[in-house]
């Protein structure tokens, strides 16, 4: 297990259609995030799972996006009915939780994103 | 909204210049990380910083944590070339297990061979 996996890398799809990602994070990191970033900014929050409940969604994440993580491993990231301001980079983290402990060595580790255009 | 400011918003140096990014929060921060982010790739975690004052340093990067906990900085002595990229800046939830991250606008930094 070398990283986060993120599939496809690029995908171009026309307005209207739905498109879906998958994101196979590092095995032992019970983790996983959703975050969009387009050109010149940061990466912004979309949703995070702990194991397979979905503790958290952005006020970005319209009704047009669904996320799961069915087993507590890999995710899917769906995008119902996509229009072109959805044109960004999804990328996918994961960590571990650590709770109550500082560690000086933690942090997400992000695959390589999906590149979605929406034509 | 609970932003996070960087400055600059980019920075072409000389190589061997040094180069510094700030990053300013209007509320106090239980910690913050640094990542980098190559042209055309992902973020890379860099470091984190959860004490009040903290300075760690790898090789030649310097990472700062304000003693109010409100601001940030990244200081790169001597930058070479594969310093490229921009350097973002997030700040994580309340308790040390970060529910998630907010990331900063993002410092792009050119240098010059």
């Known amino acids: 297990d070398t990283g986060v996996s993120q599939d496809p890398r690029h995908k171009i799809t026309k307005r209207g259609q739905n498109v879906t990602f998958r994101c196979d994070p590092i095995?032992?990191?019970?983790?996983l995030y959703w975050y969009r970033q387009t050109l010149g900014q940061g990466p912004e929050f979309l949703t995070y799972f702990q194991n397979e409940a979905q503790l958290e969604k952005s006020r970005l994440l319209s009704d047009r996006f669904s996320a799961e993580r069915p087993k507590g491993s890999f995710s899917t990231l769906e995008i119902q009915r996509t229009e072109q301001g959805d044109s960004a980079m999804y990328l996918c983290a994961s960590s571990n939780s650590i709770i109550g402990r500082l560690v000086s060595n933690y942090g997400y580790t992000f695959g390589s994103g999906t590149r979605l255009t929406v034509v | 909204g609970q932003q996070v400011m960087q400055i600059p918003q980019y920075q072409h140096v000389q190589e061997g210049e040094d180069f510094t990014t700030y990053c300013n929060s209007s509320?106090?921060?239980?910690?913050i990380q640094w990542y980098k982010q190559r042209p055309g790739g992902h973020p890379v975690f860099l470091i984190q910083?959860?004490?009040?004052?903290e300075v760690k340093k790898q090789k030649r990067l310097t990472f700062q944590f304000g003693e109010a906990k409100k601001n940030s900085s990244l200081h790169i002595t001597a930058t070479q070339t594969t310093d490229v990229g921009t350097y973002f800046c997030a700040k994580g939830g309340r308790n040390t297990g970060f529910q998630k991250l907010v990331f900063g606008t993002g410092t792009r930094l050119l240098v010059s061979p």
């Open positions: 509320t106090t921060l239980s910690n």
């Open positions: 095995s032992e990191h019970n983790r």
């Open positions: 910083l959860v004490k009040s004052g």
